[in-house]
């Protein structure tokens, strides 16, 4: 605490930090005042008149929340005076408050409830009609069905300016015709919409997916990790019956601060598809049929015998996807060890593994150091929707006066000032992050690297050059998209040059919830193949865990082809999918249903035990691997619990996880020039896409439900063919091709169209990355 002041609340000393206020002070120490506008990561407004306190030498009682302290300032919290204050602000909220506690479904947490006990009358004197604000539609994630209750806090209004980026609603008219309103035609978008709800202080803004269907105290709470993204938020999964109902942000300021994105939200819905595996299923005579585990079991185990002995045990490949938990990668690498492989990997929409053995990507700092930076500069990311959470983050670092600067194939709207932006086509990126290190090398008269003479940099390329090479703290960070380049290697070497040459940290923001940890378990013991050479090989048998090909691997048309030339598909995935070319399902549990453990993008393990049963008879997946590997009759699977499992991988790498992630490969920056395309693709994973889970959450569908059946075209091939938005193009790529319902995009390079990835009516097209055709149907 800098520069201390001693004040006097209520007859206790605290010290408090100047320029804080008294609210803050009082909370900290754990005395209550009432209040309602306040939240501690919002503006102050002082609008409620709820907080209000007593300060010797004011004449008035002063809302304590606007009230800086002040050396030696005396405060009285609970006087006649202040009671009677509060008393009277608690009156005139409840004039045209409807009072239906019975059928609200904020009853039992919420704050106008709390303090009318303390606070209220038994008996209102107001005897006049009570306004009536009319219901909004507000989108198919938050209700805004009773904004009668609304109390002119104004949180939610603070929320999408200060913290969203976004100002979605806004305060309407004046006196007791004021309400909160949407702009007009428009619902919420914000991918973190679903926060509004949780800082509504009464119950104007609710949870459409939850609502009516569970009071607070009908539920039990456990600790969770989010699955999705690299960030790791913490998570409150909320149970009744043995099923999730509800999940609301965990607090941890050091990942997530107070705040989840949507699809940590709502993705819950998800868990209870209609798609949902419940009992193993194996293919006979092309005909699926239900079946007992120890009968799917002894299937596999026969099937990745024979395959072993008739083919060699390289004919055996693995597939994980990214949200699979530490102990499950683990197991699943032993098991293929075991049997004589190398063939696993998590990383299925990477296409250079050039530098593996040279580097373990991360984040490359505490999450938290973010907040702190002078400038950053982001190499293709989607970030909204790639880090939702993280992103409020740099949002935070930007409204402070930090440089955001930007390389990327969309001029994308990340509600954030970006000064300096390079837009290009994905084959283009190493040609313009060239120009950035050869601007570096020529302001600071270094000898320009070998392969780089003849490149002449841009305005754009100088300013960032420019505002890496000023004093402070910078960072460069590479986005998921960036990762799965086909030149990331290129990408990253001068990346690297760069952060090495400039002084900033290197980074990576990541893709899935365990990449880190799947990076680690891979880069442990024998070198693995990497999913690159898995998918391109046409293998004997797969093991899928947790992972759905045609939506979640580079090329799922190359992928789709390869598999129906096998001999055994095992699919371990708490869904139902590939089931044209898949020989057996065993039902996963998900993360709600098992205990495991994530390593996010900073190296930060987070463990978790399972909210509720299984589901029908999944089981956890480490247990399935644990059983498959005794049946196998392997070594070193005996173990009693998944802490056991992830206890041992820790001794195995000596427990330091930081020491084991590094993002320098110590490879010279290299720059091969490449001919631009006629028309590239851009993939966009939608928030929505992103995994099986949030695939199939019927709420979070409905947010992105235009995207479902689209393709982003820029206004150039638009004029050429004469495209207007909704009109049929056919888009072909390599051998596939399908028909999209166009929308002209004026952010998008001439020769770039946008593709939304991680969905079916684009599994049928060729890899991430390439040319492509579009042409009106």
Known sequence: MKDPVDIEIDGKWLKAERGANVLEVALEAGLQIPHFCYHKKLSITASCRMCMVDVDGSPRPQPSCATPVALGMVVHTHTHRVIEAQKAVMEFLLINHPLDCPICDQAGECRLQDLSVGYGAGVSRYQEEKRVVLYKEAGPLVSMQEMNRCIHCTRCIRFGEEIAGIQELGMLNRSDHAEIALAVDRIITSELSGNMIDLCPVGAITSKPFRFKARNWEL???????????????????????????????ENEAINECWISDRDRFSYEGLYSDQRLTRPMVKQDNQWIETDWATALDYIVHGLKDIRADDGADAIAALASPQATLEEMQLLKKLMNGLGSSNVDCRLRRMDFSLDGK?????????????????????????????????????????RGAVISSLHGVDD??????????????????????????????????????????????????GIADTLLEAGNHAIFMGNVAAQHPKMSELHTMAEWLAKNTGAKLGYLMDGANMVGGTLVNSNGPANANAGKILKRCHQAYLLLHAEPELDVVDPLLTRKNFFKAKMIVVMSP??????????????????????????????????????????????????????????????????????????FLEEIGRDISGRLNNFSGVPPVYTPTEPMELERLTDVSVCFSDPIARRATSLQKTQADMTNRVDLPLAVCEKFGIKANDFVTVRQGQGN????????????DNVVRVYGGHVSTAMLGPMFGPLQVRPS
């Open 413 to 462: 709207d990340w509600l954030m000032p970006v000064s300096h932006k390079l837009i290009a086509a994905p084959s283009q990126w190493p040609a313009m992050l060239a120009q950035v290190l050869v601007a570096v090398a020529a302001i600071k008269g270094m000898p320009i690297p070998e392969g780089f003479e003849h490149i002449v940099p841009s305005d754009a390329a100088r």
């Open 220 to 250: 039990v709470r456990h600790h969770a990790i989010s699955p999705h993204d690299s960030l790791g938020s913490n998570l409150i999964v909320q149970t009744r019956d043995n099923r999730v109902m509800r999940i609301l942000p965990e």
């Open 575 to 648: 869904y139902r999918h590939s089931a044209d070319y898949a020989d057996v399902m065993l039902p996963i549990s998900p993360f709600t249903e098992t205990s495991g453990t994530y390593v996010n993008c900073e190296g930060r393990m987070q463990s978790f035990q399972g909210a509720v049963r299984p589901l029908g008879e999944a089981r956890p997946a480490w247990k399935v691997l644990r059983v498959l590997g005794n049946l196998l009759e392997l070594d070193g699977f005996e173990y009693d619990s998944s802490e056991d499992v992830r206890d041992a």
């Open 359 to 399: 580097m373990t990507p991360w984040l490359g700092m505490p999450v938290t150091d973010i907040d702190g930076l002078d400038s950053a500069f982001i190499i293709g990311s989607f970030l909204r929707k790639e880090q939702p959470v993280m992103a409020i983050r740099f949002r935070r670092a930007a409204g």
């Open 738 to 749: 399908v028909l999209l319902n166009a929308m002209p995009d004026k952010t998008l390079p």
